[in-house]
């Protein structure tokens, strides 16, 4: 089977500049052909997209960039509808959004505070489930959609200084495997990718990053850190017919470190 998307459009949300993981996505569908759209939270990320996207085929020199404030439901929704106006039904999505206090990100857990707690949940987890819902309201996907997330190890084990970060990867988890019962009704798939660390914007506010990525180097099967672009292509397979059978599910992109048990 030949993989290409060419004809269809896919939304990009997290692009902050050229290493998030976000961009490696979006790189991967542009390479199969697919028209891009990208949503952003503050001028500096737009500026960054705006340059970026010259890069990409001579298709998406020219895609949209829409502001999209994921805390605000009305914001979710203009942002979507003004998606739908330029560019008709969406065959996926890729939801490449999280934010913590840094300051919780170091020490102990239980330290974290209240709104600290509910500010985390909010933008990295309830966010994913606020477009969904949009999405299918204003419904904007194909019958055969793909919609995917980004999540880490520490929402399935305790990672050092990840802290409230997992706690909320923890609830983004389940939230795919609901989203993936209640979309699949219509005919959507609902999926989250697992990345091992990777050098960006966000991953420098942990405090222990640097020393994760040197005992995933040491200990992963493959014995080598992840490639953002190896996290693209395999968002690129969820996005295609090849993945068609595929819901549900979290696949772990890190070289094989999830399987070690110490």
Known sequence: M???????????????????IAWS??????????????TYADDRAKKSI??????????????PVVQCDVNDEEGIKKA??????????????????AFANKEYLTGDYLEVDRESFLQAHEVSSY?????ARTLKHLDML?????????????GERVVENYNIMGVAKAS??????????????????????????????SARGVSSFTKSLSIVEEKAPLQRSTNPDEVGDTALFLFSPLSRGITGEMIHVDNGYHIIGF
């Open 142 to 154: 194909t019958e055969d959609a793909s919609i995917l997330t980004l999540t880490y190890l520490g």
């Open 172 to 201: 983004l988890d389940a939230s795919v495997k609901y989203l993936a019962m209640d979309l699949g009704k219509v005919g959507v798939r609902v999926n989250a990718i697992s990345a091992g660390p990777i050098r960006t914007l």
């Open 25 to 38: 996505i979006a790189k991967s569908l542009n390479e199969a052909g697919a028209d891009l759209v990208f």
């Open 127 to 131: 966010s994913f489930t606020a477009v």
């Open 2 to 20: 030949n993989l290409t998307l060419a004809g269809k459009t896919y939304v990009v949300m997290g692009v902050a500049n050229k290493r998030s």
């Open 80 to 97: 979507f509808e003004t998606i739908k106006s330029a560019k008709g039904k969406i065959s996926g999505l890729a939801h490449c959004i």
């Open 50 to 63: 705006d340059e970026l996207k010259t890069s990409l085929n001579e298709n998406n020199h020219e895609a």
